[in-house]
C-alpha cells in the first residue's frame, strides 16, 4: 500500500489520531478499579506485568479478567466481552469446555506429577493417532518445546546442521526460527534480546510460496528440515498457493530433508488440522496451545520411517543427557485434558459448527469493507478469520510485514474492545469457537462497521 503524509492504509491521519485519542480516553475512563488495581498490585513484576508481551495489547494498560466462560470474558471492572481471541488459540475451542473441566477435577483427587504414566496416556496416544495420523507421538508442554525437540530428531536422523524457515514464519520463541531475510541473505530478527550464537550457522530463511528460494537453500546438502506453518500465521495471514504443500513435500524428498509441519495455529483448519484437511505428508507433525483445551501441553509426532531412523540413532549415542524433555512435561493432568478434549471436544460436529460461525464472520467483515471502500481484505482459514489493512491476497512474509499497519490496528483494536469485543492484540485475528453465538458474530460485524464508519465515511 502507498501510504502518504495525509493517509495511512486508507485512512486519513488526523482522523485517525483523533479516532485513537478518543478511544484510548473512553478504554481508560471506564476501567477505574482496574486502573486502581493495576497500581496497587502491578510492582512486583518486571516491567509491571507477569509475562513481557502483556504490554504488547494496543490498549492504554492491560484489563484485568475476573472470569471467563465459553466464549466470553468479564473484565475487574465487569463489564462483558465477546472473546474472539480466545488466549490466540489456547481456548479455540472456547474457555474451560465441561468436559476439560469435569477431567481436571476428576484428575486432581489423584495428583498432579509423578514422572509416570496412566492409562489416561495411553488412551491420549490413541486419540492422537485416530485424530492427526499413526505418529509416534511424544508430550510437550509448549509447542515451542515440541519444535525444539523435534529440531534435535531432524538433526540427529539426518547428520545436519541447519533449519530452513520461512521470512516471517511463527514457532513460538524457537531460537533457530528467529531469522529473517534482509536484501535476500538470512540474518537474526532485529530485537532479540541478548543474543550472541550466529544463527545463520544452524538456520536458513527463504520466502513463503517461492520453491525457487526453497530449492537454493536445499541444494546447499546443509538443511536437516524445512519447518513451516501449512499458512504462514501471526503477523498477516498468507496462504499457501495451490500445488505449494505438494511441491515442498517433493522437494524435502528428493534433498534429504525432513518436513515439519507446526499446525500450533492451523490447528483452526478443520478435524486433524490442515494437515488432515488437505493430505499433506510431514514427516514430523506439532501442535499445541488448544490440543488439550487450555491446559499447557504440545504434542510432536515421528512418522514411521523417522521414528525407525530415530531409535537406530538413539542405540547408538553416547550415555547422557539427550537435550531434550523438561520435568512438568506429560504430567498426568495434561492426559487428562488432552483424552477429553480428543474425544469430547475436538469432534466433527464442533469444527462444523466453528466453520459455519467463521463464515458468517467472513462475510460480514468482508461487506463491511466493501461498503466503506477500504483498501483493505479479509482472509479466513477454518475457524481462524483476519482483516488485513492493505490489499490482497498476501504471498509471502515480505509482503505480510509491509501490510502491518499498528497505528490503525491499534485503534481498531482498542476501538472494538470499548464496543465489547476482544481480538488478538498482536494483529488481527479471530477465532470462532464452538461456544461462539451468532449474536456475538453479528456484534463484531457490527462494531467493525461501526469503527469503518468513523474511519472513512
Given at each position: ?36 488495581t ?62 476439560v ?11 498432579l ?47 545436519r ?40 550457522q ?37 496462504l ?34 490442515y ?35 530415530f ?29 477429553a478434549?480428543l474425544s ?42 483476519e ?19 499498528p ?10 474492545l ?40
Amino acid at each position: 500500500m502507498n501510504d502518504t503524509d495525509t493517509e495511512i492504509a486508507g485512512v486519513d491521519r488526523a482522523r485517525l489520531a483523533a479516532f485513537a485519542a478518543r478511544e484510548a480516553a473512553a478504554y481508560a475512563a471506564a476501567r477505574p478499579r482496574t486502573r486502581a488495581t493495576l497500581a496497587n498490585g502491578a510492582a512486583c513484576y518486571l516491567g509491571g506485568v507477569p509475562m513481557h508481551w502483556m504490554k504488547d495489547w494496543p490498549m492504554p494498560f492491560p484489563m484485568l479478567v475476573a472470569e471467563a466462560k465459553g466464549a466470553r470474558l468479564t473484565d475487574l471492572d465487569g463489564h462483558e466481552i465477546d472473546d474472539f481471541c480466545l488466549g490466540d488459540t489456547g481456548s479455540m475451542f472456547g474457555h474451560s469446555p465441561g468436559p476439560v473441566r469435569r477431567a481436571i477435577r476428576r484428575q486432581a483427587r489423584n495428583g498432579l506429577t509423578y514422572m509416570l504414566p496412566t492409562e489416561a496416556a495411553l488412551e491420549a496416544g490413541r486419540l492422537l493417532c485416530d485424530r492427526f495420523g499413526p505418529f509416534a507421538w511424544q508430550i510437550a508442554t509448549t509447542a515451542t518445546d515440541a519444535n525444539r525437540f523435534a529440531l534435535r530428531v531432524a538433526r540427529a536422523v539426518t547428520g545436519r546442521a541447519k533449519v530452513l524457515v520461512f521470512n516471517g514464519c511463527y514457532h513460538g520463541t524457537v531460537d533457530d526460527a528467529m531469522v529473517e531475510l534482509a536484501e535476500g541473505e538470512t540474518c537474526a530478527r532485529a530485537g532479540l534480546v541478548g543474543q550472541v550464537a550466529d544463527l545463520t550457522q544452524v538456520a536458513a530463511c527463504a520466502e513463503f510460496n517461492d520453491l525457487e528460494s526453497v530449492e537454493r537453500a536445499l541444494a546447499t546438502g546443509q538443511i536437516a528440515a524445512i519447518l513451516t506453518e501449512p499458512v504462514m500465521t501471526n503477523s498477516c495471514m498468507v496462504l499457501p498457493d495451490p500445488g505449494f504443500h505438494k511441491a515442498l513435500r517433493a522437494l524435502a524428498t528428493r534433498y534429504g530433508a525432513l518436513l515439519i509441519i507446526d499446525e500450533t495455529h492451523t490447528i483452526s483448519s478443520g478435524l486433524g488440522g490442515y494437515t488432515r484437511v488437505h493430505g499433506l505428508e510431514p514427516d514430523i507433525f506439532v501442535v499445541g496451545k488448544c490440543v488439550a483445551g487450555g491446559m499447557p501441553t504440545a504434542v510432536w509426532g515421528l512418522s514411521e520411517p523417522v521414528a525407525r531412523a530415530f531409535a537406530a540413532y538413539d542405540a547408538q549415542r553416547p550415555a547422557g543427557h539427550s537435550g531434550m524433555g523438561t520435568t512438568l512435561s506429560a504430567n498426568p493432568m495434561q492426559f487428562a485434558c488432552l483424552a477429553a478434549t480428543l474425544s469430547e471436544v475436538m469432534t466433527p460436529e464442533n469444527y462444523a459448527r466453528m466453520e459455519k460461525g467463521a463464515g458468517r464472520l467472513f462475510r460480514g467483515l468482508a461487506g463491511a469493507i466493501e461498503r466503506h471502500g477500504a483498501p483493505w481484505h479479509v482472509v479466513r482459514v477454518g475457524a481462524r478469520v483476519e482483516f488485513i489493512c492493505a490489499p490482497g491476497p498476501l504471498r509471502n512474509g515480505t509482503e505480510a510485514a509491509h501490510a502491518h499497519v499498528p497505528a490503525v490496528e491499534a485503534a481498531v483494536h482498542t476501538g472494538l474492545l470499548n464496543r465489547g469485543v476482544l481480538i488478538a492484540p498482536f494483529h488481527n485475528m479471530m477465532l470462532v469457537s464452538p461456544a461462539t453465538k451468532s449474536v456475538q458474530i453479528d456484534r463484531l460485524t457490527s462494531a467493525f462497521d461501526a469503527i469503518l464508519s468513523e474511519l472513512f465515511d
